[in-house]
């Protein structure tokens, strides 16, 4: 979902509403439980439970009370929940749970003043899975 105070819960609940992209793949969002009111389609399910999807899964990583989602109001928390929901969703690609992944927009920023030094998505991804990356 990427950053739950920016855009990332927009882009998300706009992409689920596109019969295209639910033609197109099975959808597992790796997001706060929020998330689950912008897609009542989604089946919910905690990180520990996440299976092979054969119709959209919500995988609620965090659940943030509605202070730490705020558009343009960034938390320490929000930042933490963030990067959990990539290290999730590297989790379920290396566990083969997902095909390909599709991350939203975060704040390298906010991430790195939570406490967890981050270069950004591609270097993330790149140590996760030990391989070099071109962008």
């Known amino acids: 979902?990427?950053?739950p105070s920016g855009i990332g819960p927009e882009v998300v609940s706009r992409a689920l509403a596109d019969r295209r992209v639910l033609r197109a793949l099975i959808p597992v969002v790796f997001a706060d439980r929020s998330l689950a009111a912008l897609w009542p389609q989604g089946r919910v399910?905690?990180?520990p439970l996440l299976h092979r999807a054969t119709r959209g899964l919500l995988c609620a990583v965090s659940q943030l009370p509605a202070s730490d989602r705020r558009p343009g109001k960034p938390t320490v928390r929000g930042a933490r929940a963030q990067l959990a929901y990539i290290d999730a969703?590297?989790?379920a690609a290396q566990q083969r749970l997902v095909d390909a992944l599709c991350t939203g927009p975060v704040s390298?920023?906010?991430?790195?003043?939570a406490g967890t030094p981050f270069m950004g998505h591609t270097e993330h991804l790149?140590?996760?899975f030990g391989?070099?990356?071109l962008m």
Do not use: F, L, N, S
């Open 1 to 3: 979902m990427g950053d």
């Open 45 to 47: 399910v905690p990180p």
């Open 89 to 91: 969703a590297i989790g």
């Open 108 to 113: 390298k920023e906010q991430i790195t003043r």
């Open 126 to 128: 790149a140590a996760a």
């Open 131 to 133: 391989r070099q990356v």
